[in-house]
């Protein structure tokens, strides 16, 4: 049996009244995806426990088998996982956004991505931050984009941090982390300013008209965590497929290979076809492959309907269409899309109410046909929640959905 995971990262959301009432989901055009809930199954999954945050991190965690209240410590160290950076015992991993800060007194959080910075142009920050401020105790790392790595070895995990995508358009003066600890990672911050403000990166890029990356956001905090890889569990061979650190790290604890694609950045200009075309690769020698993209849940976050619409559709036609072709010669195989959180345009950040899922199987015995769509309200009137959701992997890989 081949397993395809196939996750748009952020997918589900609200009915807008922009919308007739419709979420995104709703009214993008989704034929691949309907097809695999008309034909197969449909439901909701919970992926975020309750008193934890919603976040990719705790949801996908879910959607990976693993219960976020018994292994989640932290975003910083499993994006460290990914970027090859060891972790020794006491070690705290934040990921470290480039962002802009506006307003009279910058403290206003302009935006939590610095742009949408390029990741050459941040690896030049970066790579200058570690030299004018990089120590024995502190370590940046550069990474994709806007998202990088602050090791503070020995340091302190406690602290109460704010993620930056949460704050857009707010003030962070009541956000800056607290608790123990919370003046050296200030001083940090403060520090890095001055070497931001100068920066030939951030001097070209305002005169091209972009946004700079004035400040570093350092958030996520935590120690390394001890997961049992799921290739262990299940006894199966697989890889993940992502231009984002957080999930490639995910698949490093969980036993995963970290398959790279040329042109996959983390946001709607990324290769769709090239990911879905690796997958079907790996999956003529592994026996499971999980392709995750990042773009509709880049639009719910910058708060743009039609960007979120074009996203969720790119995602369809061009992976889960992909995939779906594909798979034809690779039988037996279950096929699974779902989006592990919602990110509402209306909150431009994320929320904890169940997604919908869909899965079809080339068993047909597996599949229950009832001729519907994929949609968060055709996963409402499905009846099926999975809750807990990290019960989902387990069910996907033995075909004990219906149960």
Known sequence: MKYAILLGDGMADRPLAELGGKTPLEAARTPNMDRIAGTGLIGLVDTIPEGLKPGSDVANLSVLGYDPRRVYSGRGPLEAANMGVRLESGDVAFRCNLVTLGGDRLDVMDSY?????????????????QRSLGSREFQFHP?????????WKGGKS???????????????????????????????????????KDHPVNRQRIADGKKPANAIWPWGQGLAPRLVPLTETYGIRGGMISAVDLLNGMGVYAGLKVIRVEGATGFTDTNYIGK?????????EMDF???HVEAPDEMGHAGDINGKIKAIEDFDEKVVGTVLKGLEGLRPY??????????????????????????????????SGRGTVYSEAEGSRSGLLLSPGHHLMERFILGRLHA
């Open 334 to 367: 279950r096929v699974m899309v779902l989006s592990d959180h919602p990110t509402p345009i209306v909150l431009r950040t994320h929320s904890a109410e169940p997604s919908p899922f869909a899965v079809l199987s080339s068993e047909s015995g597996e599949n």
């Open 113 to 129: 991505s610095a742009g949408h910075i390029g990741t050459d142009e941040a690896a030049q920050i970066i790579a200058d931050l």
């Open 276 to 284: 879905a075309q690796k997958a079907i690769e790996s999956l003529e």
């Open 158 to 196: 406690s602290l109460v941090t704010t993620p930056p995508h949460d704050i857009t358009g707010q003030s962070t003066m009541s956000c800056l982390p607290k608790g123990e600890g919370e003046q050296a990672i200030l001083h940090l911050m403060r520090d890095a300013a001055p070497i931001l």
């Open 143 to 151: 990474g994709i984009s806007y998202r990088h790595l602050l090791v």
């Open 289 to 291: 492959v999980f392709v």
